[in-house]
């Protein structure tokens, strides 16, 4: 009785409410009554800043050294037959591409292990580990370059790819079994006991049962480790030395340091840079606002 | 299938010692060895070596320096402090900017209109996007015979030959557009995840409670966005100061150590300078300065205060 009464008294005016009916209405919640232009205005103005940019590039790609046109026609593939070749983009995209994938299946692996161990157990060191996790993300990756030279050095993994692949996973980690623990604490542990209870020892019960369910989230954190270490520059560009060992951005950086820049192939060589990473955009783009929002935000 | 899932009665296992006491240390054992490996030992690497005068171009001076470095950085040093002043001005102009303008874009994707979908794809692309290749993209926008302000002075705006990049006067604002052109989108994510999360009903209630937009926003949205938008600037406030990939190269650090921040100079003073030694200590400093910062901020901002 007085809970309805009670309700009905945040809501004195029930005609005056939406009717029920409209569940179109009822999802779009915060946009009631915002006209279209107010939308679509600041909406274009900022795709015009996002666009812009990218659209630039493609044109200086594609036109013909020399050319002015704002349009890039006729189009050419010189500036890419140029970067591939003789600047050896062939060479830094495959070093990028080995990178990126290894540090992709490092971090993934290793962050869904710890990940389960901090959704699913109360373990004494646990609070430990969590707070190490959050701390790290305050150390400076780009301070650390001295030492972790001196490691590798020490290690004799300096000009090879694996120092890069283990630097950037390591600095990848702890956001990334943040994410999975959040992933994983969505999944109801009932899942998994109900596995037990067929038969199932821990290993095949995760697999079978958690893992199917935590796709979208392993895609998501698997993407960010390799997008990050697709980008990273720095690390790639301390520890490698010789030229067939190096990744993109640092091919990049060369071109732009160069002392008459060639503009269209620096261009094109951006074209190359970005192909990888706007594909796997694509892909997990409808994952990324819920990814977060499961993992990160909510913790 | 939830159904049956929900019916059985629970099995409640417990961790009764053996292997299940050790496994969860088992987990994260690769975790703990790679960050002790890689990030606790160069920490404490960095911490020995800031004591020290480590040169290697000068091998016979090295040896225990006690405080000396430090007393150079705080003392004899004006470069720090001016790299110092950069970096605080370059991370509170980035994260403000950020914030307001993701705040901004985050509101208006969550609106439904037709093409959403498209227009979140597009606005949150250069998110993926990396600093030397931002630092291509805009370098050709800002280039002063081919860029964009060459066209902007054939339809008679501003003048031919302007290179935003080597202005003393204009450089930290071309930086400052190019970092935010793909800093936004990632606080607009962050943003958008949570706004998403607000219940709906608020929202109803409010409006049929006479409450406006405005009112709802400062309301409703705002105090429910704290905790995100508090962590979410103080992660990005960290990552923009220790991020050296785009002005390294979009600027080099110049004009004239303009626009070199903190982290800039360390990787200028030990991997270019040999000096490592000194370098370490003013990686020391960068530190304490930067948990020192964080912690305040979030005293100040009382995290997670109200809703515990």
Redesign the interface.
């Known amino acids: 009785m007085t809970a309805a009464l009670a309700e009905q008294g945040?809501?004195?005016?029930p005609a005056?409410?939406?009717p029920p009916t409209a569940r179109g209405k009822?999802?779009?919640?915060?946009?009631?009554?915002?006209p279209?232009w107010q939308?679509?205005l600041?909406?274009c103005l900022?795709?015009l800043?996002?666009?812009?940019?990218?659209y630039?590039?493609l044109l200086?790609a594609l036109r013909p050294a020399g050319s002015?046109a704002?349009v890039p026609w006729p189009i050419t593939g010189e500036h890419f037959q140029k970067v591939w070749n003789e600047r050896s983009f062939g060479i830094f995209f495959q070093n990028s591409m080995i990178v990126g994938v290894a540090s992709l299946v490092m971090t993934t692996a290793?962050?869904l292990?710890?990940g389960?161990?901090?959704a699913r157990?109360?373990?004494r060191?646990?609070k430990g580990?969590m707070l190490?996790l959050l701390a790290?993300?305050?150390?400076?990756?780009?301070?650390?370059?001295?030492?972790?030279?001196?490691?590798f050095k020490n290690l004799q993994m300096i000009n090879s790819l694996g120092s890069v692949v283990?630097?950037e996973?390591?600095f990848q980690?702890?956001l990334s079994?943040i994410l999975i623990s959040g992933f994983i604490k969505n999944v109801?542990v009932?899942?998994e006991?109900?596995a037990?209870?067929d038969g199932c020892g821990?290993f095949r019960a995760f697999c079978a049962v958690v893992l199917p369910l935590l796709r979208p989230g392993l895609i998501a954190v698997g993407s960010f480790a390799f997008?990050h270490s697709?980008?990273?520059?720095?690390f790639a560009l301390?520890f490698l030395s010789s030229q067939d060992k190096q990744t993109i951005?640092v091919g990049?950086?060369t071109?732009?340091g160069a002392d008459s820049?060639d503009?269209g192939a620096?261009?094109a060589?951006?074209v190359i840079?970005?192909v990888p990473?706007?594909i796997?955009?694509?892909f997990i783009?409808k994952w990324?606002?819920?990814g977060?929002?499961a993992g990160?935000?909510?913790g | 299938m939830a159904d049956a899932?929900?019916k059985?009665p629970?099995?409640?296992?417990r961790?009764t010692g053996g292997p299940a006491?050790r496994?969860?240390?088992l987990?994260?054992a690769?975790?703990?060895l790679?960050?002790l490996?890689?990030?606790a030992?160069?920490?404490l690497?960095?911490l020995y070596?800031s004591l020290r005068n480590y040169n290697v171009t000068k091998p016979w001076r090295n040896g225990y320096a006690g405080f000396g470095n430090f007393t150079r950085i705080l003392t004899d040093d004006p470069q720090f402090w001016d790299t110092l002043v950069f970096s605080g001005k370059w991370v509170v102009t980035e994260v403000l900017l950020q914030l307001l303008l993701g705040l901004?874009?985050a509101?208006?994707?969550?609106?439904?209109?037709l093409g959403r979908g498209l227009?979140?794809?597009?606005?949150?692309?250069?998110?993926?996007?990396?600093?030397?290749?931002t630092?291509?993209?805009?370098?050709?926008?800002y280039?002063p015979s081919?860029?964009?302000s060459r066209?902007l002075a054939d339809a008679g705006i501003g003048t031919y030959g302007t290179s935003v990049l080597s202005d003393t006067g204009t450089v930290f604002w071309a930086a400052v557009v190019a970092e935010l052109?793909r800093g936004v989108p990632f606080f607009a994510?962050?943003i958008?995840?949570?706004?998403?999360?607000i219940p709906?009903d608020l929202?109803?209630?409010a409006?049929?409670d006479g409450a406006g937009?405005a009112r709802?926003f400062f309301h409703i949205?705002l105090p429910h966005l704290k905790d995100?938008i508090i962590?979410s600037t103080l992660?990005r406030g960290?990552w923009e100061?220790?991020?050296?990939?785009l002005l390294?190269?979009l600027t080099g650090g110049g004009p004239a150590g303009q626009t070199t921040t903190l982290?800039?100079y360390?990787?200028n003073t030990?991997?270019n300078g040999h000096d490592?030694g000194y370098?370490?200590a003013l990686?020391t400093v960068?530190?304490v300065i930067?948990?020192f910062c964080?912690i305040l901020y979030l005293r100040l901002s009382k995290f997670g205060g109200e809703t515990k």
């Not at chain 2, 629970?10 to 296992?13: A, C, F, G, N, S």
């Open positions: 945040t809501r004195p005016a005056a409410a939406p009822r999802r779009r919640g915060l946009d009631q009554g915002v279209r939308i679509y600041p909406l900022y795709l800043f996002t666009l812009v940019p990218f630039w590039m200086f002015n704002l290793v962050a292990a710890g389960y161990a901090l157990f109360d373990f060191l646990k580990f190490a790290s993300q305050f150390i400076p990756g780009a301070l650390m370059l001295v030492p972790l030279f001196e490691i283990i630097a996973t390591v980690l702890p079994i109801p009932s899942l006991e109900q037990w209870v821990r997008v697709w980008n990273h520059f720095l301390m951005p990049l950086n071109l732009i820049v503009l620096l261009a060589g951006g840079a970005a990473v706007v796997v955009f694509a783009q990324l606002i819920t977060f929002s990160a935000v909510k | 899932v929900a059985p629970r099995v409640t296992r961790r006491r496994l969860p240390y987990l994260i690769p975790t703990g790679l960050m490996g890689f990030i030992y160069p920490m690497s960095v070596y901004a874009l509101l208006l994707v969550h609106q439904t209109f227009a979140r794809a597009l606005v949150f692309s250069p998110w993926a996007v990396s600093g030397v290749l630092t291509t993209i805009w370098m050709l926008l280039n081919t860029g964009i066209y052109w994510i962050l958008l995840a949570d706004l998403q999360s709906q929202y109803e209630a409006s049929v937009r709802r949205t995100a962590l992660l960290v100061f220790n991020n050296v990939d390294y190269t982290p800039l360390v990787a030990g991997i490592f370098a370490s990686t960068a530190f930067l948990l964080s």
